[in-house]
């Protein structure tokens, strides 16, 4: 894969977006009068938060008409997701009218082991959003149907979506899915708190961090964190088991790759989590890594500028940001919309913090799958080639959920925050830059090597293990899995 001359690609092609959003309001002054909450792993809606369904809900579809009329079932985990897919299938059944589409919405945990079930007994969807971590194992288990004869029957253009984003769904020359958008990751910041504690909204423009004293993140940090008595972090008699205010809010252990959380802290390290896509030795042994998480347990377990573990780990550390309880945390670009119509203050996103390496954000993509088991899989290749196309594209930057994977979907939605008042740039700036992103890691045994992390990084997370050394023996057990 010659990800380096993709990647200029995506710099032409996104050039024009970014003097898109050059013109727009700053992130001083959020909108977002009509999203609603995303879930965990999802993305954001432009509609009310009383319209969001409830998870497990089904949209219902409008009859197919005519001869040979099927409906087909279609499966995402975000609420918030669900208008904006429900227009692309209006919009699709008006030139299939035989072909009814049906959209099932369940939250992230319950919608992977409903996949999973549905898979092994007959009862999946026909098509279902993909994640990078979990085809791996769909594939190799032969529950996906390989599109890419389907593809160059239909002379389907792979060249549209933007950088590698259509790479990352083939292997040996099998494709299991067309991409729907792509992600960057930026700080949220709560406004108000910054501007009572004389923080400097443009000074997050140039923050810093490593992990030895956490640089100049860590200080604002800690002046943004508040004990009951008044103090600050950087008050010797600050009390940390007594904040009111806490300066960071993570967003829980991020197990198995921590995109969201703690991947930017690592990466900007020179960490490096695998040589290659489908490589077999994945690096948690490296010290570099240990470091990053450890520093970001220590907010809280040494520092007292973060939560305690259990807190957002329980309630999301979404959650408590928008609550008011927290001054900054990370946010992943399907969370804009989420955090400025969800939180009473406002809500603006800054860079992340440049590391010893520079400043780095995991780029990730979605993309949409048909289950090997379908009785239906002509028509669901036509909706997924649907979906993939400019015309749906572009109905979901209309509803500023995320940035699509086809150029004219991203000016949408650049056009969408603009007129809701939300800078975006952090995230959009940063995709420009090759140096400055990195891919999520894909490898096979992606739900053994998550059964390896999820409780290793729990036991860092609560101060019962030293990164150091719990991720050098996950690090041997997942050797293991590829011997």
């Known amino acids: 894969m010659k990800r380096r001359q993709s990647w200029v690609g995506m710099v032409l092609l996104l050039i024009a977006s970014l003097l898109l959003a050059a013109c727009g309001a700053t992130a001083e002054s959020p909108g977002g009068t009509g999203d609603a909450a ?72 319950d919608y992977w082991s409903n996949i999973q079930t549905g898979m092994v007994g007959g009862t999946a969807p026909d098509v279902f959003t993909n994640h990078l971590a979990k085809y791996p194992e769909f594939a190799n288990k032969e529950q996906l149907v390989d599109i890419q004869p389907l593809l160059e029957r239909d002379g389907v253009d792979t060249e549209q979506y933007i950088g590698d984003l259509a790479e990352l769904w083939s292997r040996e020359g099998k494709r299991y899915g067309l991409p729907k958008d792509w992600d960057t990751v930026s700080l949220a910041y709560n406004k108000d708190m910054l501007d009572k504690a004389g923080a400097d ?43 009111v205010q806490y300066g960071f809010i993570p967003q829980g252990s991020g197990a198995p790759f921590g995109q969201e959380q703690w991947s930017w802290l690592a990466a900007s390290t020179g960490f490096n989590y695998i040589d290659q896509p489908w490589g077999t030795n994945l690096h948690f042994e490296d010290p570099r890594i240990a470091q990053a998480i450890q520093w970001y347990a ?39 919309g989420d955090h400025t119509s969800k939180a009473q203050f406002p809500v603006g996103f800054a860079p992340l913090p440049a590391g010893p390496e520079g400043r780095k954000s995991m780029f990730n993509g979605l993309a949409d799958s048909i289950t ?17 196309s400019p015309e749906c594209k572009e109905i979901v930057g209309t509803h500023g959920v995320v940035f699509p994977a086809i150029q004219s979907g991203v000016d949408k939605a650049l056009a969408a925050y603009k007129e809701k008042g939300v800078d975006v740039s952090s995230f959009t700036e940063i995709a420009l830059d ?31 293990a030293q990164a150091a050394d719990a991720l050098q023996q996950a690090d041997q057990e997942i050797d293991a899995l590829f011997q």
């Open 38 to 109: 995303a879930s965990t792993a999802g993305a954001t809606g432009d509609t009310a938060a009383s319209d969001v369904p409830p998870p497990g809900s089904a949209a219902p579809a409008a009859p197919a008409t005519g001869e040979n009329a099927v409906t087909i079932r279609y499966a995402l985990w975000d609420a918030n997701q669900l208008p904006a897919y429900q227009e692309c299938a209006a919009a699709f059944s008006k030139k299939n009218p035989n072909i009814a589409v049906e959209i099932q919405q369940l939250g992230w945990d």
């Open 298 to 336: 220590d907010l809280h377990l040494k520092h007292g500028f973060a939560p305690p573990y259990a807190d957002y780990e329980t309630l999301g550390g979404d959650a408590i940001f928008q609550a008011g309880k927290g001054a900054l945390t990370t946010a992943g670009s399907w969370k804009i």
């Open 372 to 388: 090997i088991g379908s009785q239906h899989q002509n028509e669901a290749w036509e909706w997924v080639k649907f979906l993939a």
């Open 434 to 464: 090759p140096e400055a992103t990195f891919l999520f890691p894909i490898s096979d045994n992606a739900s053994q090597i998550s059964a390896i992390l999820d409780p290793t990084l729990d036991s860092i997370m609560l101060g019962d």
């Open 201 to 243: 909204v443009a000074s997050l423009q140039d923050l810093t961090w490593n992990p030895q004293d956490g640089g100049t993140f860590q200080q604002l940090i800690a002046q943004l964190t508040i004990d009951a008595n008044g103090k600050n972090g950087l008050d010797p008699a600050f009390d940390k088991n007594n904040v």
